[in-house]
């Protein structure tokens, strides 16, 4: 039997795609993109640190956060200041990595200076981006502007405007990191009742461990370039814990002290807050 040496068209065509399913299968696989990690309400929600989470609300849902505060200032004319109920509404948009907020008023008391006084806080909006992620890390930023809505004793007098870079990194399967770095053109009533505004830098860090039924433990430190108009700059730690009640709650309980001395006073506070999403 003789065999031809001139193969086919067909036999070239089944040759060719052979070689190329071989070279294929033998080529190193493309690695699979990082599924986004801001989809537990642990990555959503902000409270009750100064630093913020990038993670954005999705569309058609709501996350609403509540807390309070008990500050004790020590020093002359010091007191007692309670906060509640600090609510801040995150609402998600047809952008999945854009939400819109609203920081609502707060009711305030206060004791500080010897004579009573109660009213509500000014009122807040604004916007976060989620810029990027990967399998560790997620960054983005945000912007807010509060309007002098509130009552004298509690209001900052002019509007005032934030703007934060954010972002998070898990160190391991137990230990994370996240921060804020915050530009910020902020007011305050002098003593005779004059609204000046400022800038200040705030940045802030925070160490969060997981822990055991959807729980963890943070500690953070904030730094505060003036805390009004020619004053001196101030230092925050605080820490607390917090725990998720399902896929859609979770409540917090927290302890923070200031202990730079800022018109010859210090403070200290405790706090409690939940968040719940719809």
Aim: proline share 7%.
């Amino acid at each position: 039997m003789r065999f031809s040496t001139t193969a086919t068209p067909n036999a070239l065509i089944v040759a060719r795609l052979t070689a190329a399913v071989l070279l294929l299968d033998a080529a190193p696989s493309p690695s699979p993109t990082p599924s986004d990690p801001c989809g537990s309400i642990s990555s959503l929600v902000d409270r009750p640190t100064v630093t913020t989470s990038p993670c954005t609300v999705r569309p058609g849902n709501v996350l609403l956060e509540d807390g309070w505060t008990n500050t004790i200032t020590t020093g002359p004319g010091g007191g007692a200041t309670t906060s509640y109920p600090q609510s801040f509404l995150r609402a998600g948009t047809a952008n999945p990595h854009l939400e819109i907020t609203f920081g609502l008023p707060s009711f305030d008391r206060s004791s500080v200076g010897g004579t009573p006084t109660a009213g509500w806080s000014d009122s807040s909006f604004g916007a976060k981006y989620e810029l990027g992620y990967s399998s560790k890390a997620v960054w983005g930023v945000d912007a807010i502007v509060s309007l002098p809505t509130g009552a004298r004793a509690f209001t900052a007098g002019n509007a005032q405007y934030s703007g934060d870079f954010n972002w998070t990194y898990t160190l391991d399967s137990t230990w994370s990191l996240a921060g804020t770095l915050g530009a910020n053109e902020l007011s305050s009533l002098s003593s005779g009742g004059v609204a000046r505004s400022y800038f200040a830098w705030i940045p802030s860090i925070v160490l969060s461990a997981s822990l055991p039924r959807s729980s963890s433990l943070f500690v953070e430190y904030a730094y505060y370039s003036q805390t009004a108009t020619g004053a001196s700059e101030r230092s925050l730690i605080d820490g607390g814990f917090a725990r998720d009640i399902g896929p859609n709650v979770q409540v917090d309980v927290e302890y923070g002290d200031l202990p730079t001395p800022v018109n010859a006073q210090t403070q200290h506070y405790v706090g409690a807050g939940a968040a719940i999403a719809f």
